[in-house]
């Protein structure tokens, strides 16, 4: 396993050239597979990354407990049979220093630092329409231009900031869980605070709590979490698993979630079940640990009636282990379907509130009403606090992209167009844009499919795309208004078939204020929406306007 590097200075590499083929956005899964295939063409490209290393994601959420619920030999490249044999996981769920790690041996391995340039964050994008190219800057003052743009900016990637007064008066420490600092933060003998109770404050309150003198969560919504069931990695199992690789890529490009490793996605109804044999089912689901409670019974995330059975499941589970009773049924999520909003994966979480140095505090029924110089105001109760961590989560979908000043044909600005909500075709381009390509963007299946595996799929569909520009002598495509119109439509209306608008969550915008209220992944599943990008690039691009 090879140590992380940090990164090179801005500027680094560079030298005076100012002319590109690609310019990429963003130095995570996404950016550093789509420099490795832009390197295979003999294209020239750059990379710009914010943070003084590559890793995206798993760069910035350095918080205690931070690791990914997705199997580690599913959560990682496949382009590479070599790589994905050479590389050792040391645990089921890898935590994320060795994701980080792993992501910097791809790096290397493949020598793509070269071509990386850290410490910069692009700050505008602006289509020239006499020269067909963007023009990039960056705050260190660079200008460049490249014919192709690829934003490979993430989906959770821009943090949501502090959304309560008086963070400048607080005398003790604030951090987000999206911004942790590098080095080890010491919580013995701390009074902690935690707002927000998704997957960042699930993973990290365990542990916290070991440490601090107190911890107060604020919960404003309580959240479904399934016990992840991580371990140091089974030789046997690896062994199975990387003889079977290539097999199980293929299957896993061929689901809908991307993550079929130990359980298969289940294909029947759950009314064509029995009670007992629904119950089987999600014992085995709950004893997998994971996410695999996504593929139990094709109906789950259209039925609220199923739904509530797996839900009530879920619940009884939680009063399970929670001693005090009222505590249990304030963590019990009530009101909104199971899965609606993200599920979670923990070690120990709802325990945690069983520890005499723990209290939960319902911020639904009185709200936080800003940050004082000693700790948290809640209605009329100062909570004093040493440490206040805002496990507040993201800007997700289109956050990291509306926070570049990015314009198109006209001089029309994506905050522009997106103003009621972000449109695409497949999510990967934006009518007006014309070769700004977006990696697993709003309207297509993002984060409800393995992520490496979506990035993956969506640099390999834009490396076709712009080989078959260059090799059809076209200079330009664009999504056409009419393909884009039809797309939305359908993301909207498969949505709309589902129970996720009955969530309040991030996957509609809900949790940024002001934010419109639209379904932002494709909820269409992975197979049928690679089939429609498939078809497009067959029919010379349908839906495209090549030019
Ligand atoms: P999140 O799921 O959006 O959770 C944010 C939490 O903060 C929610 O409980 C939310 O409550 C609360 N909150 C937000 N704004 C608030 C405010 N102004 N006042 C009080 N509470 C507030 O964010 P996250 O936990 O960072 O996770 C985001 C996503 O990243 C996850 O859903 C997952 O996809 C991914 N992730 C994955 C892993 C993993 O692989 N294990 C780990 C971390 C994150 P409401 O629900 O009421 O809005």
């Given at each position: 396993?090879?140590?992380?590097?940090?990164?090179?200075?801005?500027?680094?590499?560079?030298?005076a050239?100012?002319?590109y083929?690609?310019?990429?956005?963003?130095?995570g899964?996404?950016?550093?597979?789509?420099?490795?295939?832009?390197?295979?063409?003999?294209?020239?490209?750059?990379?710009?990354?914010?943070g003084?290393g590559?890793?995206?994601?798993w760069?910035?959420n350095?918080?205690?407990?931070?690791?990914?619920?997705?199997?580690?030999?599913?959560?990682?490249?496949?382009?590479?049979?070599?790589?994905?044999?050479?590389?050792?996981?040391?645990t089921?769920?890898?935590?994320?220093?060795?994701?980080l790690?792993?992501?910097?041996?791809?790096?290397?391995?493949?020598?793509?630092?070269?071509?990386?340039?850290?410490?910069?964050?692009?700050?505008?994008?602006?289509?020239?329409?006499?020269a067909?190219?963007?023009?990039v800057?960056?705050d260190?003052?660079?200008?460049i231009?490249?014919?192709?743009?690829?934003?490979?900016?993430?989906?959770l990637s821009?943090?949501?900031?502090?959304e309560?007064?008086g963070a400048?008066?607080?005398g003790?420490?604030?951090?987000?869980?999206?911004?942790?600092?590098?080095?080890?933060?010491?919580?013995?003998?701390?009074?902690?605070?935690?707002?927000?109770?998704g997957?960042?404050?699930?993973?990290?309150?365990?542990?916290?709590?070991?440490?601090?003198?107190?911890?107060?969560?604020?919960?404003?919504?309580?959240?479904?979490?399934?016990?992840?069931?991580?371990?140091?990695?089974?030789?046997?199992?690896?062994?199975?698993?990387?003889?079977?690789?290539?097999?199980?890529?293929?299957?896993?490009?061929?689901?809908?979630?991307?993550?079929?490793?130990?359980?298969?996605?289940?294909?029947?109804?759950?009314?064509?079940?029995?009670?007992?044999?629904?119950?089987?089912?999600?014992?085995?689901?709950?004893?997998?640990?994971?996410l695999?409670?996504?593929?139990?019974?094709?109906?789950?995330?259209?039925?609220?009636?199923?739904?509530?059975?797996?839900?009530?499941?879920?619940?009884r589970?939680?009063?399970?282990?929670?001693?005090?009773?009222?505590?249990?049924?304030?963590?019990?999520?009530?009101?909104?379907?199971?899965?609606?909003?993200?599920?979670?994966?923990?070690?120990?979480?709802?325990?945690?509130?069983?520890?005499?140095?723990v209290?939960?505090?319902?911020?639904?029924k009185?709200?936080?009403?800003?940050?004082?110089?000693?700790?948290?105001?809640?209605?009329?109760?100062?909570?004093?606090?040493?440490?206040?961590?805002?496990?507040?989560?993201?800007?997700?979908?289109?956050?990291?992209?509306?926070?570049?000043?990015?314009?198109?044909?006209?001089?029309?600005?994506?905050?522009?167009?997106?103003?009621?909500?972000?449109?695409?075709?497949?999510?990967?381009?934006t009518?007006?844009?014309?070769?700004?390509?977006?990696?697993?963007?709003?309207g297509?299946?993002s984060?409800?499919?393995?992520?490496?595996?979506?990035n993956?799929?969506?640099?390999?569909?834009?490396?076709?795309?712009?080989?078959?520009?260059?090799?059809?002598?076209?200079?330009?495509?664009?999504?056409?208004?009419?393909?884009?119109?039809?797309?939305?439509?359908?993301?909207?209306?498969?949505?709309?078939?589902?129970?996720?608008?009955?969530?309040?969550?991030?996957?509609?915008?809900?949790?940024?204020?002001?934010?419109?209220?639209?379904?932002?992944?494709?909820?269409?599943?992975?197979?049928?929406?690679?089939?429609?990008?498939?078809?497009?690039?067959?029919?010379?691009?349908?839906?495209?306007?090549l030019?």
């Amino acid at each position: 396993m090879s140590t992380a590097k940090q990164g090179a200075p801005a500027g680094n590499g560079a030298g005076a050239r100012t002319e590109y083929d690609v310019v990429v956005i963003g130095a995570g899964f996404a950016g550093i597979y789509m420099l490795h295939r832009l390197r295979g063409m003999g294209l020239s490209a750059r990379l710009y990354e914010a943070g003084d290393g590559a890793g995206g994601t798993w760069y910035w959420n350095r918080y205690p407990g931070a690791a990914c619920d997705i199997e580690s030999l599913e959560y990682s490249y496949s382009f590479s049979e070599e790589l994905q044999q050479e590389w050792k996981w040391s645990t089921r769920f890898a935590r994320q220093p060795e994701i980080l790690a792993y992501i910097n041996h791809v790096v290397d391995r493949f020598e793509l630092r070269r071509d990386m340039q850290f410490n910069t964050r692009v700050t505008a994008a602006v289509f020239d329409e006499a020269a067909q190219r963007w023009r990039v800057s960056t705050d260190q003052g660079e200008r460049i231009s490249a014919q192709f743009c690829v934003m490979a900016t993430g989906c959770l990637s821009a943090p949501k900031p502090i959304e309560y007064p008086g963070a400048q008066d607080f005398g003790g420490r604030i951090f987000h869980t999206a911004h942790w600092p590098k080095e080890p933060v010491d919580f013995s003998g701390q009074r902690v605070g935690v707002v927000g109770t998704g997957s960042s404050a699930i993973q990290c309150i365990p542990l916290i709590a070991e440490q601090a003198a107190h911890l107060h969560v604020f919960q404003r919504t309580p959240n479904f979490s399934v016990p992840a069931g991580n371990r140091p990695m089974d030789p046997d199992y690896e062994r199975s698993v990387k003889a079977r690789y290539a097999a199980l890529r293929h299957k896993e490009f061929h689901s809908d979630a991307g993550i079929v490793a130990m359980l298969d996605p289940q294909t029947q109804s759950a009314l064509q079940a029995t009670p007992e044999e629904r119950q089987r089912e999600y014992e085995t689901r709950w004893q997998a640990g994971g996410l695999y409670f996504y593929g139990s019974y094709v109906d789950l995330l259209v039925n609220r009636e199923v739904n509530e059975e797996l839900a009530e499941f879920a619940r009884r589970k939680i009063r399970q282990k929670v001693r005090d009773p009222q505590v249990a049924e304030l963590l019990c999520p009530k009101g909104y379907p199971f899965g609606a909003k993200r599920i979670c994966a923990d070690t120990g979480y709802f325990e945690t509130f069983n520890r005499d140095n723990v209290s939960l505090v319902d911020i639904r029924k009185t709200p936080i009403r800003g940050l004082t110089r000693k700790g948290l105001q809640v209605g009329d109760t100062e909570y004093p606090l040493d440490c206040v961590i805002f496990a507040t989560g993201f800007d997700a979908m289109t956050g990291a992209l509306l926070n570049i000043d990015i314009r198109g044909r006209g001089g029309r600005t994506l905050r522009q167009k997106w103003a009621e909500g972000p449109r695409t075709y497949l999510g990967l381009m934006t009518e007006g844009f014309p070769n700004l390509f977006i990696t697993t963007g709003p309207g297509s299946p993002s984060v409800l499919f393995n992520m490496v595996l979506g990035n993956e799929y969506h640099v390999n569909w834009i490396t076709d795309c712009i080989a078959y520009l260059r090799s059809h002598g076209r200079g330009a495509i664009d999504a056409t208004a009419g393909a884009e119109q039809d797309w939305c439509a359908h993301v909207n209306a498969v949505g709309e078939q589902t129970l996720f608008p009955q969530a309040n969550s991030w996957y509609l915008g809900d949790n940024v204020p002001g934010k419109p209220r639209v379904i932002l992944p494709y909820l269409g599943g992975f197979r049928a929406y690679s089939q429609k990008c498939e078809e497009s690039a067959a029919r010379d691009y349908e839906g495209f306007a090549l030019s």
